[in-house]
């Protein structure tokens, strides 16, 4: 921009002498604007190889930039179905797994000047995948076929154009090797592949069920169609026979037959149709997350912990008690129900998609167990009873109550009962003959 007007302003009255510029985007010869994507990134780096350029020291802030714009992520984005897959199926996507796998390799190969085509396909040959023209651009698809994704997505450097520029007409195609991607749950809990395992292992069972299910109903819809065109052949042939009706009566018969006929078929049709929809239905393998949530709602703690999220959770907005976790405390539904006792009847309990157990009360109030927290919805007497039972049950020491003034006095006054609750109890222990007698005694 050498060519467009600029205003500079030095300034001396501050604590570090800088320079203000203000440069007028407009060419003066074309009266075009100049397009300036990722100035701030540019004017950045520029600034670091003047200082090096005249033995500058960078400022403490323009370190740490530095190190910050090192460990940004090469592309956040995938497709939405992929999110989908990987953040309710736990379940790594065939666009995440090409983006961990190849966008590092991919990217230094394009910005080596010497690398060559035969480079990069040597590169996609070892991960099965190839690339494939759709429109305008290029698909990223593993050589089985089963699946594909938009290649810039995986690596801005993927496109059409800048192949083209740097590796001429070259075709990255298959090789036939195989595809080194497969899908499995992202979780990296201890026990996950043996739970994807058996996970496949139940969805191979829903199949051959449903498989067995509609082979019955195959066969009896055939078997029920024959039987109902050999009863109306029969009728055809018995009408045809009878010397008796005239050929206007038979002409009439054969009409009520057809549309008869015709009726029952369709009959037969539709009843096969609704029994392959039930099938269908009672036979549906759940996704991988539902199956690890319905095994932690019967108590594994194995399938809970695949549940759960890597990164710490925020501390939660609103009501909530916090405190020192327990060592080796298990929360599942069926222990916090037994946890309740009495309580239990007016609670309902289930293991949410990221692990925590969800209690809910008649009411509509609920209490969500979480890592470091149990949090409350709701200021309901019973919700507040059940967040403060299982708030002792699962901390150690001092419990701290955040939220409104309202909360906390609630909380306060639960958990002093708890506390008199537990007192009385040991008390009657003690007091208790037949705790108090010892061995020997009495004799």
Request: proline share 4%; charged share 30%; glycine share 8%.
């Amino acid at each position: 921009m050498e060519k467009h007007q600029r205003i500079s302003a030095f300034h001396v009255d501050t604590e570090h002498p800088h320079l203000h510029v203000a440069v007028n985007r407009l060419d003066p010869e074309n009266q075009k604007l100049s397009r300036q994507g990722n100035d701030y990134y540019k004017l950045v780096g520029r600034a670091r190889e003047l200082e090096k350029e005249f033995g500058l020291e960078s400022p403490e802030s323009a370190k740490k930039f530095g190190e910050k714009k090192k460990n940004v992520a090469r592309i956040t984005n995938i497709p939405e179905a992929a999110k989908t897959l990987e953040v309710m199926g736990k379940i790594k996507s065939f666009a995440g797994w090409a983006q961990q796998k190849l966008g590092d390799d991919v990217l230094k190969i394009m910005k080596d000047p010497a690398s060559k085509a035969e480079t990069l396909q040597k590169l996609f040959d070892e991960n099965g995948v190839h690339l494939e023209p759709k429109g305008a651009g290029l698909m990223l698809v593993s050589n089985d076929g089963k699946y594909r994704v938009k290649a810039s997505m995986i690596s801005r450097s993927l496109s059409k154009a800048k192949l083209g520029k740097k590796f001429g007409t070259h075709e990255f195609l298959s090789a036939g090797t195989q595809c080194q991607y497969k899908r499995e749950p992202l979780a990296e809990t201890a026990g996950s592949s043996k739970l994807w395992d058996r996970y496949k292992e139940y969805k191979k069972e829903c199949f051959e069920k449903r498989s067995e299910k509609l082979r019955q109903i195959s066969f009896l819809n055939r078997t029920s169609t024959m039987g109902i065109r050999a009863f109306y052949e029969a009728q055809y042939l018995m009408t045809k026979t009878d010397a008796s009706l005239t050929r206007e009566a038979k002409k009439q018969i054969y009409a009520i037959y057809a549309a008869q006929k015709k009726q029952d078929l369709f009959k037969v049709k539709t009843t096969a149709a609704v029994a392959r929809t039930v099938v269908y239905r009672q036979h549906k393998p759940p996704t991988w997350k539902q199956w690890l949530q319905k095994g932690a709602d019967h108590g594994s703690e194995q399938a809970r912990k695949c549940l759960k999220n890597k990164k710490k959770a925020p501390l939660p907005k609103g009501n909530f008690l916090a405190g020192e976790k327990k060592p080796g405390e298990k929360f599942s539904p069926l222990e916090c129900k037994e946890a309740l006792g009495e309580k239990a009847d007016d609670v309902r309990a289930r293991t949410l998609g990221n692990g925590n157990v969800k209690l809910t009360m008649r009411n509509g109030d609920s209490v969500v167990i979480c890592d470091d927290t149990v949090t409350v919805t709701g200021n309901g007497d019973g919700a507040v009873s059940v967040a403060a039972t299982m708030a002792k049950k699962k901390f150690s020491g001092p419990i701290v109550a955040k939220g409104d003034d309202g909360f906390k006095l609630i909380v306060s006054l639960k958990l002093d009962a708890i506390d008199e609750q537990e007192k009385a109890k040991k008390s009657e222990k003690i007091m208790d003959p037949a705790v108090r007698k010892k061995p020997g005694i009495g004799r």
